[in-house]
Structure formats: C-alpha cells, structure tokens
C-alpha cells in the first residue's frame, strides 16, 4: 500500500463563492473527502501550506512547497499538490530545479470549477492525480484531464475548459484513464543518488514582450531594477535594429551584468537565434539561447540560476543545460 502526502495551497480546486467572487477557502481535509471511497491501494495524509488564489503565488511561496517535500520525503511513497492553474505550470517547473535526484512521483494538480460545484472537473482531477502519484516514478508531473505532464513543459492554454493545459515541445508523459496509466513515452530509469534541496532563488527576474514599436529606452529602467531579463521576441528569436535599435541597450544590459535570455513568442518549436541576421546581431553579445524552453520553465530556471551565482557565463551554462527535460537535447 502506498503512503500518500495531499498538500493544498488553494486555488480554484479549494475555492468557495463569496461577496466579493471565488476566493480559496476549503481545508486539505475537505478537499480529501471528495477522492472516491475505494483507497484499498493507497493510504493519504493531508495538510494545509496556504490558501491562496495562484494569481498571488510568489517565489518565496515555491521555496515553502519545496521545503514541505523535502521535510516529508522519506515517510511517503508519493505527494499530491493541489493548486491553482494559473500559476501552476510555473510552480511544476520551479520545483524541477529546486528537487533534484527525485525518485518518487510529485504531482500537481488543480480544477477549471471549484470541486464543491456540482459539474466540476475537479473530483477526476485529484482522483488521477492520486493514482499517478502511486506509480513507481520519479519527477514532477501536473495530472490533468486526463493527461500527465512534465513538470517542466506544461503551459496552460484556456481559461475555462477542462482541457486547460497542454505538454508543449515535448509529448505528454501518460494518459489516465480511471485505474488504467499508459505511458506515451519512455519513462527514464529513476535518478541515483539523495533528494537534494536546492532553493537559492534570486526573484528579480522580468519578462518583456517585444512588440513593434517597443523604445530602446526601457532597457534603462530594467537594468536598474532587475538581474535576469527574458526577452520574448519574434519568430526564431531576432531583436529589431532598424528604426527603434534595440542592439545597443541590449548590450548595455549585458555589459552592467544583467542575464538575458531570448525566447520566442511562439508557443511551439522555440527560437532559433542564429538563422536570420536580426538573430545574429543579438547572438554577438552574451545572450542566453532558451531554445525550444517555454517561458513558464525559464522564468523559476533563471531564478534559480541567479540564486547560485551572478557570474554571467556560469548562468548561462545553467540555463542551457537540460534539466528535468526542459530542453529537447
């Protein structure tokens, strides 16, 4: 029988209406009423870390999660956390940097309609996340509608449907259906070595949206503010230099020891920095390539790696080296 960890933080799963709209406000011990009856292969412990709307998750919040793992991790074979959707592709990913060597399955896992409502998507939800989470695997996966998906390459897609969420540059890992978990692909043979925790987090990281249009002169106010920026570009990855040159306040980015990261905005098969002349022009700087990373990854990653060390080439070596199958190698 498998020992089971529920963690709730809240989220639209835990949410009750009230005078001012849906606000989180069921415990982990209501939340665990609703998994079906049957828990003959499996034994669940709950407990409350917060209760929180994920629009208000923070990074100091994913260290909390980590922590809480990390203070368990011996005496269960496997930890559910339920969670908001807004938030919680970046919550997967933070916790695949901040867990490493991890053998055991942490699975996230959260509702379109809280799970109090009579037609929600909530009660399937936590019961396949329950059932993944008994599974002899290791790493962190978010379970939903049906689909299990590495913690690393989730990014939610809809606002209201069940299908919230979709596995991008990468395939789903399994598909549950009541009982039944078939794996799409291979599953990695489990990591050796202790559970390390690794929580140095530098939050002062920005994400910019390149738009046509956008003035050079913003990179002042950034650079002042910020260590890490992440820049979604257009395309395969190229920065304007014609009209609005943003080339020399990138430069100056680089040059006062701020880590830029070009992405792309396009959802599906990353940036490619070095196929056009825009991209070329950036690449000669020290800018760091998120290749076919999604920005819900790069972000906690760049946290990460700014937590360690404000040396710029060893950022950029963190970065861009695959981690919990963050990057198609």
């Given at each position: 029988?498998?020992?089971?960890l529920l963690?709730?933080t809240?989220?639209?799963?835990?949410?009750?209406?009230s005078?001012?709209?849906?606000?989180p406000?069921?415990?982990?011990?209501?939340l665990?009423r609703y998994?079906?009856?049957?828990?003959?292969?499996y034994q669940l412990?709950?407990k409350m870390l917060?209760n929180?709307?994920?629009?208000n998750?923070?990074?100091?919040?994913?260290?909390?999660?980590?922590k809480a793992?990390?203070?368990h991790y011996?005496?269960?074979d496997?930890f559910?956390i339920?969670?908001?959707?807004d938030?919680?592709?970046?919550t997967?990913a933070?916790l695949?940097?901040?867990?490493?060597?991890?053998?055991?399955p942490i699975?996230l896992t959260?509702s379109?309609?809280p799970?109090s409502?009579?037609?929600?998507?909530?009660?399937?939800n936590?019961?396949d996340?329950?059932?993944?989470?008994?599974e002899e695997?290791g790493?962190v996966f978010?379970?939903?509608?049906g689909?299990?998906?590495?913690?690393?390459r989730?990014v939610?897609?809809?606002?209201?449907?069940?299908?919230?969420?979709?596995?991008?540059?990468?395939?789903?890992?399994?598909y549950?259906?009541?009982?039944?978990?078939?794996?799409y692909k291979?599953v990695?043979?489990?990591k050796?070595g202790e559970?390390?925790?690794?929580?140095?987090l530098?939050?002062?990281?920005?994400?910019?949206?390149?738009?046509?249009?956008?003035k050079?002169?913003?990179?002042?106010c950034i650079r002042?503010?910020?260590?890490?920026v992440i820049?979604?570009?257009?395309?395969s990855?190229?920065?304007p230099?014609?009209?609005?040159n943003?080339?020399?306040?990138l430069?100056?980015?680089?040059?006062?020891?701020v880590?830029v990261?070009?992405?792309?905005?396009?959802?599906?098969?990353?940036?490619d920095?070095?196929?056009?002349e825009?991209?070329?022009?950036?690449a000669q700087?020290q800018?760091?390539l998120?290749r076919?990373?999604?920005?819900?990854a790069?972000?906690?990653?760049?946290?990460w790696?700014?937590?360690?060390?404000?040396?710029?080439?060893?950022?950029?070596?963190?970065?861009e080296?695959?981690?919990?199958?963050?990057?198609?190698?």
């Amino acid at each position: 029988m498998k020992k089971l960890l529920l963690l709730a933080t809240g989220g639209t799963i835990a949410s009750v209406p009230s005078a001012e709209g849906l606000a989180p406000g069921m415990s982990a011990e209501e939340l665990a009423r609703y998994l079906p009856k049957d828990t003959s292969d499996y034994q669940l412990e709950s407990k409350m870390l917060m209760n929180i709307d994920s629009t208000n998750m923070q990074p100091e919040f994913w260290v909390e999660i980590a922590k809480a793992i990390y203070r368990h991790y011996d005496r269960y074979d496997g930890f559910i956390i339920t969670h908001g959707t807004d938030t919680m592709a970046y919550t997967s990913a933070a916790l695949s940097y901040m867990l490493q060597n991890v053998t055991k399955p942490i699975v996230l896992t959260g509702s379109q309609v809280p799970i109090s409502f009579k037609r929600t998507d909530a009660k399937k939800n936590i019961a396949d996340a329950v059932r993944f989470a008994c599974e002899e695997i290791g790493g962190v996966f978010i379970v939903f509608d049906g689909k299990v998906i590495q913690g690393t390459r989730a990014v939610k897609m809809r606002t209201k449907s069940y299908d919230a969420f979709e596995s991008i540059n990468h395939p789903y890992v399994a598909y549950i259906n009541g009982p039944n978990v078939t794996y799409y692909k291979s599953v990695h043979a489990k990591k050796q070595g202790e559970l390390i925790l690794d929580t140095s987090l530098c939050p002062d990281v920005f994400v910019m949206k390149l738009h046509p249009g956008a003035k050079p002169e913003l990179f002042d106010c950034i650079r002042h503010l910020y260590k890490g920026v992440i820049i979604e570009s257009f395309g395969s990855g190229g920065i304007p230099f014609q009209g609005r040159n943003l080339l020399p306040k990138l430069r100056e980015l680089t040059n006062a020891g701020v880590a830029v990261v070009i992405t792309t905005q396009c959802l599906e098969e990353g940036e490619d920095i070095l196929l056009y002349e825009v991209g070329r022009k950036a690449a000669q700087n020290q800018i760091i390539l998120s290749r076919d990373m999604n920005t819900e990854a790069i972000v906690p990653k760049l946290m990460w790696a700014l937590g360690k060390t404000n040396d710029l080439q060893e950022v950029k070596r963190f970065m861009e080296t695959p981690i919990a199958d963050d990057i198609s190698v």
